[in-house]
């Protein structure tokens, strides 16, 4: 069979006149299943160890387990369309969902038979079946047809256990896991001194197994991220940097010791999310030494004991020609899986406290790296009722929300918390011409409720400020001497982004009035934003209303959230370059963006692989950490830490900006394939998605042709955009297909799933 190089939904009809009658295999059975947003509910754990025990036997445990619970009444399933074969594209599917194994086996769902449904929906489809009762095991399959009306073989039979849906949190998440690492070293330095290093710093506890001859023999473990010499964990390593001595008395005999790790007041206070007790209390930590021991300690007697969320290492890749580009995607994807320790987003292990700003770098850096989705939803609304202080904190809800939508395709967490948002996008705050201010007088308690939050709302900007957490008055802070005044540029670039998407997610909700009223004021905002910020003598933004300062943050925010009208992209793009990096690790989430929306893939590139001190290169080889910091340095935040996901922006960057893989349509039914390689010479990745993997592979070769291989999953489209060859020959699609000039831009809308490739 001649398969159909492209492909829309709407085309299925011609390909099943064009196959009709042709001898071919069935399409495979559905992959990947998901109930609610977990690709694993069955999945049981004892004190975080995965256990080999099955879901339907967990009642006959006699040790304490966890499990996952889908905690909704209605759940919402999902799965994957084999992607291996072109154009593989459901019109309809049957899903079967029982009370025992044995019921599907016989091909019976006793709960619910969805029947044929005449429908391309994979992902987040509605359960419809009878009432499901609270705390009880049930099994669920499903099959789908393909366009010429083949059917798949039924999916493997997955389980899962519901929880009260009238109690608790609303959204389903996995318990914590407990990893063991060995040592990459074990040094013997003498005088009963060993020095252990694990290769990369991580959230846990050691584990050691040792032998005295007698009881009471008193040894001392030091555990740390920081060495102040070769193989001597530091003492003091200042700032929020972490390092504690902890005893350990032994017993006669050869005995295994987990070594507890004591609470620290700071961040096991009140507003701190607090560790299980089946996982324990946890110290980021890299080196450890043992001192005092009588006797001999080798390599396999000492492991790190690792507790983070389930994380998928195999989800993506990238690799590239550049070493210092994949050192960084390396370190910011470890940063990911390692500080999910908590079950939630957390800034570090200073308070362990989520904030809406960290959380959203987190979300999108998450979704880089790995398939998994829970996670950044049950953040996002933990902080929906647990807000924070800074204005753009509370104004970071909003495309929260839009980007779990696009990605999951699962609307119920909009309808869920929509009078929120609706709440967080600050209206409330507006003059007439639509700008908001918290410094009006408009911030009122009534305000405060209804975005729950208790205390002062206040701009950031960025963070630090001048003068605060060890800097001093003459010292610049992060936010490039931006001057904050009652209207604040930053500020209102939020409000605006803010306005827009909420416009959309009200038309998802069925909200139609609030859509228009939402998009009327996102225009009126744009036009007033422009009116009042821009100067145009300068051709760029200034800080606020009544200053005359511009700093970057005045222009990056606006570039990056599309308020800038296309007659000034370019002064208000050479301003930003101008200042180079003078963000925080924050900021530079918003700073790449802006430069990859303004086609300035060149030098967003020169950034990722900066190795100044302001740069992800810095972190690796200047301070030698293995998880990305708060600050780019201690003299730009003096009490920062060495565990901060907020910092691993090009953990999404890469996949997103670079590589270009990102949702357009929800649930990526439909994805950006936009590659922005720069003076890279070559690339390869692997981006994860809910309906499968994307991979692309670029190749720059020294005749200057370019080659782009992709893969599209099953059950996806693709809009591919690239840069017009500077030959004037369009791009050509699987060798024979010319991709369509728009502006400076070749386009291709529709390509359907399957291996392609591309010449320009």
Known sequence: MKYLTLLSFSSLPLLAALTAGVDEPPPRAPDGLRVELLLHPDRISVGGTLSSAFLPDLDTLQEPAQVPLIRTAKPRFSWIVDGTRPNEFQTAYQILVASTASALESDRGDIWDSGRVESASSVAVLYAGSPLTAFTNYAWKVRTWDGVGR????????????GDPTRGEPTSFYPLEREVVEPKRCIRLGDGRYFIDFGKAAFGRVELTLTS?????????????????????????????RYKVIPLTLKQGTHTYQVLIPPDPRNTGPDAVRMPDYAGEVLPFRYCEVEGLQGELEPSQVRQIVIHYPFNERASSFRSSNRILNDVWKLCKHSVKATSFAGIYVDGDRER???????YI????????????????RTHEYLITHATWPTEWILHSIPT?????????????????????????????????????????LVTPEVLESIHLSGELRDIVDWPHTGILGL?????????????????????????????????????????KDAQAFSSRSDLVKESFNRVFFDSLKGYYVDGEGTAHSSLHANMFPLAFGLVPDEYKNSVLQFVISRGMACSVYGAQYLLDGLYQAGAEDYALDLLTATHDRSWAHMIYGLGTTITTEAWDAKYKPNMDWNHAWGAAPANVIPRRLVGVRPIEPGCKKILIQPQPGYLREFSATVPTIRGPVTVHYRRNPSGERQLQLV?????????ELAWPADGNPPLIDRSIPMERVENTAVLDSLGPGSHEIRY
């Open 353 to 359: 406290i989520p904030y809406e700003a960290d959380a």
């Open 712 to 720: 599209v999953p099953g059950n996806t489209t693709a809009r591919v």
């Open 401 to 441: 929300a839009w980007e779990d939508y696009l990605y999951t395709g699962d609307p119920q967490s909009l309808e869920r918390f929509y009078d929120d948002l609706k709440a967080k996008t600050l209206t409330a705050l507006a003059r007439e011409d639509g700008l908001i201010s918290t410094r009006t007088g």
């Open 362 to 377: 987190n979300q999108l850096a998450h979704y880089g790296v790995d398939a998994e989705y829970s996670l950044a939803r």
């Open 213 to 241: 001859a007698a009881d009471r023999q008193c040894i001392r473990i030091h555990l740390g991220e920081v060495l102040d010499a070769p193989h001597r964990v530091h003492r003091n390593p200042g700032g929020s940097r």
């Open 472 to 512: 001093g008055e003459a010292e610049g802070g992060e936010t490039d001497g931006f001057v904050f005044t009652d209207f604040n540029a930053v500020v209102n670039a939020f409000h605006y982004r803010a306005l827009v998407l909420m416009g959309r997610i009200a038309e998802i909700v069925g909200r139609d």
């Open 151 to 162: 059917v798949s073989p039924y999916s493997r039979v997955q389980f899962f256990r519901t």
